[in-house]
């Protein structure tokens, strides 16, 4: 994406300056506005002004968190090193089993887990993204699908989950998730947890596109064979995507216990890896801010149609029961559209809509 | 860094003593200010890097330590040639330190040109910024045998250069450093030694008729003319200003040295000569000093993007435009807004203006100045309507830069405003502008004739007519022989009239002839981007500016524009034909001044073919000229330029 225009009167003396994510006084306002809605308004004043509503919306905006913090990792892989995947529940997965099995069987308090947890899937995930030194396109999607497959439908379900033998689920008993000394035993709770995590991952992985490490992650999303050429050890820095990938994803899974009390391998389905690739493909390849409009687009939108769908259940009874497979169709739908008419995701759009502000009333 | 608004903080005015000089207010300036704040930053590399005051005098005493330790006397020659960076800044200033002379050359000047000054101006010293300078340096070295050393700055291209003459700046700064261990005082005695009255530049003004005249300005007459400038319009410490003009030129030199010293100011230095107005746009200075050429060149551009926008947008800028330039015109008769239109000027401020001064860069401007040729009255309304407060200047390099100035309560279109405080300006009996003031130079060097002409009690005789109007507003009619008599007697300024029709964005220059001729006739220049977008969009096909320039809807497309000029001028005044000229007319082919005025003159020898043509019957000219390229090939160009009548 080309870069953003900037107002008159804003210049740099140093690369630091030239490098900051907020460059002016405006983007600096709207970003502590931002922070305020989420920080305060979502979770403190929505549920005392909105009785009706404010909880379910902070269920919903943790429900968009988790699907931007597994979006995260696919982003990263897809979007910055050019990594096709397909099967990053399985990396979810594994950061869910490894927080919960460290939390119950080996007493860790679950800031630690979290760790493990992303060492774990991002070492499990490595594992899996050696094939792509040798297979490339197409044939990364088959290698990333094993990966799903065998992760969670052979050894989670038929080993793992047969831990301790708590049959096909593992529970979590209240009071298992502290965080110091706070237990994490409501949605509002869970929000903060999942704030704090979306704005670590985001922050983390924003700088890190910044260093060395995500310019070669660019060289050989374009051309892994220029980039090679110039220097980049291309099979280090795929394996380095692979583990950062994977490790984002199993903060992801760890943060999904939290909110559920239980884990269960039928949490971490492929559909759920597809799920996260049109969450990317409609929020923006290739951009930090499109993971998250992707995540809210992907969770609104179905949210918005049971709204829409309620008031019409008398004359449908049967509306309410489909209403899986309408969901499902919308995102098969979205998908089309998007890839028709928006095939450069909602985070192009908002940069053309910044441009348009900022180019006006000129085109250029 | 980010926009808005900061504290203003003024520096205190300095009391100019008869011994002040520009190095003695430096050295204070510097000593005030220290390491805490920016005198200077450079584009390079993609970021603004910052030199500290505290630095630009470490380099300045480091170089002129140099220069004394190279063999530089009082009083000697330093001539300056290269584009606007610091170390031409440092240089010029150093020069001043040791007590001489600077002579700024233009950087693009022929060999020919730069041979003349250097020699005429006895120069001991050549600093130059590079490879292109030093050339020229070599090239001419046999000629100015008074030429002891050349100083360069960018080392690109210069590594198997051994000619004893060449010596890089870095090595002159070794050089420096090493005195000052030597002798710490030396510096400080060196600037001490100054006096006000010496000489601190000698400026060659670029002639439209003759060779080039070099006056000679004193440190008092900088010092005085930034002062009363700066009375009127005063300059704050966090004002930015964008230096991307020649230094060579007098309104360069009053705004870095004269007002850049005595308000603080912080100069900026573009990246590359061609960026300049981009790296304008980012810093958005408060103050900027240009040639009316470039506000043309700005209001082009707009124009250009206007037409290429969409109609919601067009319908925007045309409301915005329309309002702003109500409160323009209410402005300039000193008449209250009616509250209505008040209330529409905030909203197209918010909406259009501000907008529009975002583009150009002027989102902070305070004084846009305006000078050297009178910019049309078109382009000047047009800024005030966005919200660019503009201003002409009238001045030259005799009289250290300006004398004349608009008062940002007292604008009005067709004047150049009112004296300086401390100038007294008079209008002699035969209409010449006479002034007077602590800033008139000493004379010209080495040209006692041309003085006694300029200089008559005093009173420095400009050679420009004009009048004071009832306001005591100064009436400038550009060079005196610029005027030109129109087959009914009516005196006539020809600059009026092209700059009306510059203000088409086709059209880049106009040459407007007429001089006791039965008729007037333009010879046009077309904007070969602008005209040649235009040509894109309309699917016309074109493959050089020649023949774009000849296209029949090209020509078409400029009688329009010049149809439209026509119903604002006197009937006599009006342009009855016109050719659209086959090159764009260039400073290096002596058909332009240094500073973009025409060179009437020389363009009628030149252009003989042409000016019999608008004059005959025919409808086409047969060109036979040579061209002369920059690399000094010469080729023949046979054209046919086609002559169009522009109706009533």
Redesign the interface.
Known sequence: MATMRLPSGTYHQTYQQDQAWWQTRFVWLRMIGLLFILLVFIPLWMPVLFPDIGLYVVSVANLIGYTILSAMGVQLLIGYAGQLTLGHSAFIAVGGYTSAICMLMFGIPYPITIILAALTAGLWSMLFGLPSVRVKGYYLIMTTMAAQFITVDFIITQYVAQIGGRGQAFSIPPGTITFGPIEIDNDIKVYYLMIALVIACMVFVGNLLRTRVGRAWLAIRDNDIAAEVLGVNVVRYKLAAYFVGGALGGIAGSFWITSIYAVSPEHFTWSWSLWVVGVILIGGVGSLYGTVFGAMFMTLVPEILRFAVAPLQPVFPQLMTNFQFLKESVFGLSIVLFLLYEPKGLAYRWWQIKNYLHLWPFSY | ????DRAQTRASEINITPDLTIPKVFAQTAHKYGDHK?AM?EKEF?????ITWTEYAERVKAITLGLVALGMQRDDKVALIGDNRPEGLWAEMAALCAGGVAVWIYQEALIEEVQYIVDHADAKFLIGEGQEEVDKALAIKTKCPKLKHVIWDDPKGLRHYADPLLISLDKVMELGRQLDRNDPHRFDELVKQGNGEDVALLFYTSGTTSAPKGALLTHLNMLTMGQNLMRVDPSFEQDDFVSFLPFAWIGEQMMSISCGIQAGLTLNFPEEPETALENL????PQVMFSSARLYEQMVRG?QV??A???WT?RK??EW?LRVGYALADAKFAKKPASVPLKIQGALADM??HR??????????IRNAYTGGSAIGPDHFRFFHAIGVNIKQIYGQTEIAGISVLHRSDDIKLDTVGKPLPGTDVKIAADGEILSRSSSVFLGYYKNPEATAKTLRDGWLHSGDNGFLDDDGHLVFFDRTQDIMVLSDGKKFSPVFAESRVKFSPYIKDAWIIGHQRPQVTAVICIDYNVTGRWAESKGIAYTSYQELSQEPRVLELVKQSIAQVNKTLPVSARIKRFANLFKELDADDNELTRTKKLRRGFLEERYQDIVTGLYGAADVVHMDTQIKYEDGRTQRVKTDLKIVDVKE
């Open positions: 860094m980010s926009r808005g920016v930053r993609g970021i603004w890097r910052p746009r980012e810093i958005a707009l993007k206007y290429d926008s969409s947008k925007m800028y915005g909406l259009v907008p529009l001064r975002d583009h150009l860069g002027l989102a902070r």
